[in-house]
């Protein structure tokens, strides 16, 4: 089984700082590629940030400059770093990642979510 939890969301101010993490856990072999996505409330879910196995980044152009996206691959970990936070970033932030488990299946999977709040 393979799992993928985030954490460090929170409530903060305008301007403010976040970092999000997301673990992968279970029969992981390697992770070929990661990506953070959210979804504000009657909105569709969006690409923020993605990263490759050679750590080549894309951004979406509103997060772009603020946000950075990195991994540990000794943790099977990513990580969002969210500066200069606006109230237009509120949204639920979700990690995905492609993953080669053990016995070489590779197949998709998603975290469940953790809840950003930027306040004005």
């Known amino acids: 089984q393979v799992q993928l939890v985030e954490s460090g969301g929170g409530l903060v101010q305008a301007g403010g700082s976040l970092r999000l993490s997301c673990t992968g856990s279970g029969s992981i072999v390697s992770i070929n590629a990661m990506a953070w996505y959210r979804q504000a409330p009657g909105k569709q879910r969006e690409l923020v940030a993605g990263?490759?196995?050679?750590?080549?980044?894309n951004y979406a152009d509103s997060v772009k400059d603020r946000f950075t996206i990195s991994r540990d691959n000794a943790k099977n970990t990513v990580y969002l770093q969210m500066n200069s936070l606006k109230p237009e970033d509120t949204a639920v932030y979700s990690c995905?990642?492609?993953?080669?488990?053990?016995?070489?299946?590779?197949?998709?999977?998603w975290g469940q979510g953790t809840q950003v709040t930027v306040s004005s």
């Open positions: 990263i490759s196995t050679g750590d080549s980044t």
């Open positions: 995905y990642a492609r993953i080669l488990t053990t016995g070489r299946f590779i197949d998709d999977y």
